[in-house]
């Protein structure tokens, strides 16, 4: 059964195109600094926006048309497979991204979810065995359900810990399984509320137990993806442990975990922590940490993690140029963890957004890809900095020649004749501009 009979496998067609269903600037395998596009970008689709986001929000009943309901909820989660691998195959998307609860119902057991997750994901081989689509990343979501209340590695229960535990456990067998290249932690509840009734260091120790199981369960089996962190500020607790890049860096150094652990980043994240999504990257980048990212956009207007596709061309181009002077982010990807308006409630809307995204990044790519042929922030920084490799002085400090007393004699000497230099930001963003358009 097709669940997308109207639509053909999605072609480039360039720019000119009147047809919706086509990409005009994402052309696979277009060579772009030495490598095809896909190699550069790794597109990956997130099950849980994509096939279980329902329309609803805080204020109304779901919205969205999905024709994959089925009878029972394993015949929604069989039927939810077919028509994933369809939006795949029809995008040329070759990688995914889910939590264990987006693809099986939990059922009425910790024994039934697990027995339903094994039932699914022999489904979901079968169709990557049949496809070559690969698992970029699985997670456990251990944030939901009533009993992580007050967390998971961090939570106040013991017994909470050991059911996140098996969980965590049951997400390495399944990403062995299936060959994934990473594993996640998103770690929605573990922060706190207030101080009054917290205690920090004993919660953050425990979930750096939690992952420290984690690898060597990893090692156990034979099987070691690369473990990344997704930073978050809010929402749902009030202070999160994993604020941003900076935050979960300071964590993954005092735990020491950097030989195992990096960042999936998110935009919509950066956002919420007062950041773009470069400094984010940026950050991860210089602490060698930057893994994967989840790709979408927040709303300025709205407070919330609205999780939108990705359409604004400048943020996305800034976004790429971290990730191509990265050496790219392989084996992480780009991963679409975003979610279709509450009015484009149609199927062929989940098509539609994801070409959006897809050409959005295509082009954020190419104009990246020039910025660093023409040398352009290079250039910028080279002559911002330049009295550091260009004086006497400049060179003496970076040759470790020089302490407080010998620069204090300098700046007697000459102090009163230093001359500010303009950064001119105004006329390098306009010139930015004329990459862009």
């Not at 969980?167 to 573990?190: C, H, M, P, T």
């Not at 003496?396 to 230099?421: F, H, P, R, T, V």
Request: glycine share 8%; with cysteine; net charge negative.
């Amino acid at each position: 059964m097709s669940y997308f009979p109207q639509v053909e496998k999605i072609q480039f067609e360039g720019k000119a195109t009147k047809n919706r269903f086509a990409f005009r600037h994402y052309k696979a395998d277009e060579i772009v600094l030495g490598k095809p596009m896909k190699e550069h970008l790794r597109f990956a689709v997130a099950y849980w926006h994509t096939m279980t986001q329902d329309g609803s929000d805080p204020f109304g009943m779901p919205t969205n048309e999905r024709t994959w309901i089925g009878a029972t909820e394993m015949g929604t989660a069989k039927n939810r497979v077919e028509a994933f691998f369809e939006i795949l195959e029809k995008l040329g998307v070759e990688y995914f991204c889910f939590h264990d609860i987006d693809v099986a119902p939990a059922g009425n057991s910790i024994e039934e979810f697990m027995n339903n997750l094994d039932e699914i994901t022999d489904l979901i081989k079968v169709k990557m065995d049949q496809t070559g689509i690969k698992l970029l990343w699985n997670t456990a979501n251990m944030f939901s359900h009533p009993r992580f209340n007050n967390g998971a590695g961090s939570t106040n229960d013991p017994e909470v810990f050991a059911y996140a535990a098996a969980q965590v456990k049951k997400g390495l067998d399944i990403s062995k399984k299936l060959g994934g290249a990473n594993y996640v932690f998103w770690g929605g509840r573990e922060g706190y509320e207030t101080l009054l009734n917290t205690d920090m260091k004993f919660e953050q120790d425990n979930i750096a137990r939690l992952f420290k199981m984690a690898i060597a369960y990893g090692e156990k089996i034979g099987h070691k993806p690369q473990f990344l962190i997704e930073p978050k500020p809010k929402e749902p607790s009030k202070h999160q442990y994993d604020f941003d890049a900076a935050t979960t860096m300071a964590f993954i150094k005092n735990y020491g975990l950097e030989g195992d652990f990096k960042l999936n980043l998110e935009a919509n994240h950066a956002t919420l922590a007062g950041h773009t999504f470069e400094h984010e990257l940026r950050v991860a980048r210089e602490f060698g940490a930057l893994g994967s990212i989840d790709a979408n956009q927040g709303d300025m207007l709205l407070g919330w993690d609205t999780d939108e596709f990705p359409t604004n061309v400048m943020d996305v181009t800034l976004a790429m140029y971290e990730i191509l002077q990265n050496g790219g982010i392989a084996p992480g990807g780009v991963n679409f963890d975003a979610k279709v308006r509450r009015s484009s409630f149609a199927m062929e809307d989940l098509l539609l957004a994801h070409i959006a995204g897809m050409d959005t990044f295509a082009r954020g790519l190419k104009v990246a890809a020039k910025l660093i042929e023409d040398k352009f922030i290079e250039n910028l920084l080279a002559e911002r900095y330049g009295k550091w490799s260009g004086t006497d002085i400049g060179k003496s400090i970076l040759a470790g020649k020089e302490d407080l007393e010998s620069l204090s004699d300098y700046a007697y000497k000459n102090g009163d004749d230093i001359k500010l230099e303009s950064s001119h930001i105004e006329y390098v963003k306009s010139v930015l501009n004329d990459y862009l358009f």
